[in-house]
């Protein structure tokens, strides 16, 4: 039997391996139609980047977006809160309000009738709170209610040091060789700054504070119990207030500078044009026409929270939270941190350690 032979007879004895052809990935249906025409390679120069080029078919690029969804979701992120403001204009209330929960200066003994104790030192508070599968880790940094002493004098450095303390500790975790894979961050990424509502104009001690405080984090200034204003006073008073604070040279996020287009541009000039924010705080529910709203209850009836007819409460909300928070937390990172880290590095040659402040941190799940 020739060779020839012996490979047909063996060919119908063993049928020939049947390789399953590689699946090609359906286009998902939220993924628009394209024309796709004949693939042009796109020139690159040196050094240069390429121009888009149409393609063949569907890749599957545009489920990075869901990918990153999906680790969030089970990671979870952290987001820190600092409150600064003269005492009894309703720091912790607003924050309360604006994560629905009690939040802020949260004690085993504190219940919602309780009145909230006078802040007298700084301290964080720390939760996890979870809404759709998305968790965050939410601390609030209350601060002495600054201006109420007799001398004021740099009643500032505390909290600017606290700042620093926080940015030093995630620059030590950073550069060590066996560093942790997912680093815990305790930096400020917004504070929220509170206004008195005069109806005058700023205090000096207010100027220098939010001056200090500009260069080291990202300031969002608020007219705090706005509804002892009336719609006049509240309008001139935060023209007066915007006016102040550009003479001075003190910029409050989001900062014009950092703007990386038009379409940014456009939405922060809205915001900009907004600041500073006048808003009521409560944490307590009434019946107005029907349904239960938070508010604050007067003589003449009830200032609604969420009502942008009665205070720009939900204006800050969803600035901060619903459009804005990601950037805050990168603003920290990209801006106000690396300017920490170049300068400490660049000044010390090194790092030596700093003394911690020793902060109470509480931690509790909701």
Known sequence: MTSAERDRYMSEIVPPEVRPKPVVP???????????????????????????????GYIG????????????????????????????LGKSTLVNTLFKSQVS?????WSRDEKIPKTVEIKSVSHVIEEGGVKMKLTVIDTPGFGDQINNENCWEPISKYINEQYEKFLKEE?????KKRIPDTRVHCCLYFISPTGHSLRQLDIEFMKHLSRVVNIIPVIA?????????????????????EAC????????????????????????EAMPFAVVGSDKEYQV????????????????VENPNHCEFSLLRDFMIRSHLQDLKEVTHNIHYETYRAKRLNDNGGLHPITSSGQDTQESNL
């Open 175 to 179: 550069v060590n060789i066996a560093r």
């Open 289 to 304: 026409n029907g349904k239960r709203v938070l508010g604050r209850k007067t003589a003449w009836g009830v200032v609604e």
């Open 61 to 88: 690029i545009d489920t990075i977006i869901e990918q990153m969804r999906k680790k969030t979701m089970k990671t979870g992120f952290d987001f820190n809160i600092m409150v600064v403001g003269q005492s009894g």
């Open 105 to 109: 200066r949260r004690t085993t003994s």
């Open 225 to 245: 119990k706005s509804d002892t204003l009336t719609l006049d006073e509240k309008t001139e008073f935060k023209q007066r207030v915007r006016k102040e604070l």
């Open 249 to 272: 040279g003190i910029e409050c996020y989001p900062q014009k500078e950092f703007d990386e287009d038009m379409e940014d541009k456009s939405d922060n000039d809205k915001i900009r």
């Open 26 to 56: 359906a286009k998902p249906s939220h993924v628009a139609p394209h024309s796709s025409g004949p693939f042009v390679p796109s020139p690159q120069g040196t050094g240069g980047e390429g121009r888009g080029s149409a393609l063949l």
